[in-house]
C-alpha cells in the first residue's frame, strides 16, 4: 500500500506536466521549429568555415602585414602550403569576388539575383508538389475517380513551370559562370599584358625574372575556366539546400511536430562530425591536378617550340620520356585521388542516403503511431496522404542535408581553384612592384654580391644613353658587371662585342625597361623609344601588312596617314617588294616563320623599323642573315632616317657604321671607347696576318729539322 501511494503521485506528477506540455504545445512548437532555423544557419556558417583560423599579424620587424600562402623551403626543396577552406581561402575568395561582380548594379548581380528568384520559386514548387503527392495517393486509398483526375491535371500544370525553371536555372549558372570568366580574364590580361598607361611588361618579367609560375597561360585559360564553373555552380550548391532544409523542415514540423526537427538535429550532428573526420583535402587534391596538368601542357609546348632542334639532334626518344614522366605522374594523382573518392563516396552514400532515409521514414511514421495533440488523422486516406506528403518531404529534405555535406567538398575544390587563380593574381602584383623569387647561383650568397642585389638604382628619363656605376647582374643572381659607366649622344652609333654570357643582351634588357636595375644611375629615352630587332625576329600571327607595320594594326597605320603604296616603298630599300606578289597581296595569312627564309625575316624586322622609325635600335646579330651589300644599305637608310643603332655583332663589316664601341673582356671588365674603324680593320687584318704566319711556324720548324738531320747525315 506504502508503494502505491507512493506512485500515485509521481502519475500525477507526470499527467501534470503532459497536461501542461499539451497546453503550451503550440508555443514550444514555435520555439522548436525557429530554433532550429537559427541552429541550422549557424551550424552551416560554422561547417562551412569551421577550420578557419585567423591570420596572424605579423607586421613587427617584418614590414609585411599578413600571413600568405607561401613556400617554404624543407630540406633545401620547396614545399608547397597547404590548400584548404581556412581565413586564407575566404580572404582570396572576397578580393576575387570584388572582381567578379563589381558592384550591385553589375550584370553578374543581376543574374544572380535572377538566379536566387529561381532557387526560391523551384523550392516553392517542390512544397506544393509534395503537397500534391500526398493528395494523389490519398484519392487513390479512398478511391475517388474525380479527385484523382483533378490532382493528376494539377500535377501536369505544375510541370510547365518546373520545367522551365530548371532549365532557366542551368541557362542562368551558364551565364554567370561565363561572366566570371570574362571579368577575371579581363583583370588578368589588363595586368599581364597592361595598356598604353601601363608598360610594366609583367608577361616578361613573370617567365624570366621569376619562378613562381612556370605556366601562366595554363592558368589564365584553364584555371580562370574551371574556377569560374566552380564558383557559379557553389552558390546553388550551397543556397539552394540550405534554402530547401529550412522550408522543409519547417513544412514538416507543421505535419509531424517540432520534437522530430530535435532527433534529426542529433543524428545529423553526429553524422556530420563523422563525415567531416573521414572527408580528405580535395582542395589539396584539386590544385595538385591544376599544377600538374600544367607542368604536361608546358613539355607540350616546349616540344613544338624547339622542334627543328629536337629533329636534327634525334630527341624523340628522350622528349616522349619527359612528356610520359609528366604525363604518368598526372595519371598516377588521379588514380589515387579516384580511390579515395570511391571510399568517401561510400561512406556518404550510405551514411546520407541509407542512414538519414531510414531515420526520416521513423519521423514520417509519428503521426501513425502517436496521436500529437493539434494533429488530428480520422481516417485512412487522411493517415496516407499524411504519410506520403511527410515521406516526400523527409527525402527531399535529407537529399537537401546530403548536398549542403557534399557542399563542402566542392567548397574544398573551389579552394584549390582559388588558390591557383589567386597566386597569379599575388605574382602579378609582387611583379609589379619589383619583389621577385628567382632561384639564384651560389655566387649570389657572398656577402659583397648579395649587397648588391639587396639595392635598387635609379632610372632617369634623358635623351642620350648614360649609364653610371651600374651593375649588370642577371634574374639568378649572376653579376656580369660590377660597375658600367659609359655615355652616348643620340646620333651616335654603339658596337658592342664581347665573349658569350658577358652581359651584352643584358644591358639591352635594362635599356628596354625589362631588368630591373640593382644600382648606380641609368639615363636613358624612355622605353617606347627603342625597337629591338633580335637574329631571329619574331613575327606574329596574321597579314603580311601585319608583320610590317606590328604591333600597329591596319587601322592605326592607315590614321597614320600611311598607304600600302608606303610600305611597299619601305620594302623595296630591303629588296623584298616582290613577296607582294609573290604571296599574293598585303591581306594573305601564312604561317610566317616557316614561309620565309632567316634572311627574309631579318629584311622583313629591318621594314618593321623603317616603319616605325624609333629613336633608337638595338640590332643583336640582326644582319648575320643578309648579304653584306644589303648590310650596308640597310645600315645606311637607318641612319638617314636618324636613327641611333645599338648593335651587338662581331661582323668586321660593321665597324665603320659605328662611332662608339663597348668591349666586354667575359671576366668583368670592359673597355669604352671611339672606334676608328680604318685602324682597327687595319689592325684586324695585320692580326690575322700574324696568325697566319704562326700558322706556318711549326712547320718551319719541322722543316728545319729536316735539313739538320740530312746535313749531319751527310756529314
Known sequence: MAALSTLRPSKDRISHLTALYASNRPAIQRFLTYGFIVYFLVGSVRGLTGTAKPLKDTSKGTGKGKETEKETEVGGKAKPAKVAVDALFYERLSKILRIVIPGIRSKEALLLFQHSSLLIFRTAISLYVASLDGKIVASLVRAQPLQFLFNIIRWLLVAIPATGCNSLLSYIQSKLAIAYRTRLTEEVMKQYLGDEDDQSKIFYKMANLDDRIQNADQMITVDIQRFSTQLAAIYSNLAKPILDVILYNYQLSQNVGAEGLVLLILSVQSSAALLRAITPPFGKFTAEEAAL??????????????????????GEETEKMLI???????????????????????????????????????????????????????????????????????????????RVMYSYKELSELAGHTARVSTLLETMADVRKGKFEKTLVNSAQLE??????????????????????????????????RNLSFYVKSGQHLLIVGPNGCGKSS????????????????????????????????????????QV????????????????????????????????????????TRDWR????????????????????????????????????????????????????????????????????????????????KLDAEKRLALQEEKQALEAKLLEVPKMKARLAELRTAAEMRA
Open 324 to 402: 610520359e614522366r609528366d604525363y604518368f605522374g598526372l595519371v598516377k594523382h588521379i588514380n589515387r585521388v579516384l580511390r579515395i573518392r570511391v571510399w568517401h563516396g561510400i561512406a556518404e552514400e550510405g551514411i546520407i542516403k541509407w542512414l538519414w532515409g531510414s531515420f526520416g521514414l521513423c519521423i514520417c511514421a509519428i503521426p501513425v503511431f502517436f496521436k500529437l495533440p493539434g494533429i488530428s488523422q480520422t481516417d485512412l486516406g487522411r493517415r496516407t496522404e499524411g504519410f506520403v506528403t511527410n515521406r516526400r518531404l523527409l527525402l527531399s529534405a535529407s537529399d537537401a542535408f546530403g
Open 549 to 588: 607595320i606590328y604591333p600597329h594594326s591596319a587601322e592605326e597605320m592607315y590614321d597614320g596617314d600611311v598607304t600600302d603604296e608606303d610600305l611597299l616603298e619601305i620594302l623595296s630599300i630591303v629588296q623584298m617588294d616582290h613577296i607582294i606578289e609573290r604571296e599574293g597581296g598585303w591581306n594573305a
Open 507 to 546: 644591358l639591352f634588357r635594362i635599356l628596354g625597361g625589362l631588368w630591373p636595375v640593382y644600382g648606380g644611375i641609368v639615363r636613358k629615352p624612355p622605353a617606347s623609344d627603342f625597337i629591338l630587332i633580335p637574329q631571329r625576329p619574331y613575327l606574329s600571327l596574321g597579314t603580311l601588312r601585319d
Open 293 to 314: 596538368s600544367g607542368s604536361l601542357r608546358h613539355s607540350h609546348s616546349r616540344l613544338t617550340e624547339f622542334a627543328e632542334e629536337i629533329a636534327f639532334f634525334g
Open 594 to 673: 616557316d614561309t620565309l627564309s632567316g634572311g627574309d625575316q631579318q629584311k622583313i624586322a629591318w621594314a618593321r623599323l623603317f616603319y616605325h622609325r624609333p629613336r633608337f635600335a638595338i640590332l643583336d646579330e640582326a644582319t648575320s642573315l643578309v648579304p653584306l651589300d644589303m648590310e650596308g644599305r640597310m645600315m645606311e637608310h637607318a641612319t638617314h632616317l636618324g636613327i641611333t643603332l645599338l648593335t651587338v655583332s662581331h661582323r668586321p663589316s660593321l665597324w665603320k657604321y659605328h662611332a662608339m664601341i663597348l668591349h666586354y673582356d667575359g671576366q668583368g671588365g670592359y673597355v669604352f671607347t
Open 448 to 481: 659583397e654580391n648579395a649587397k648588391i642585389l639587396k639595392g635598387r638604382g635609379r632610372v632617369v628619363e634623358s635623351d642620350d644613353i648614360e649609364f653610371e656605376n651600374v651593375p649588370i647582374v642577371t634574374p639568378n643572381g649572376d653579376i656580369l658587371v
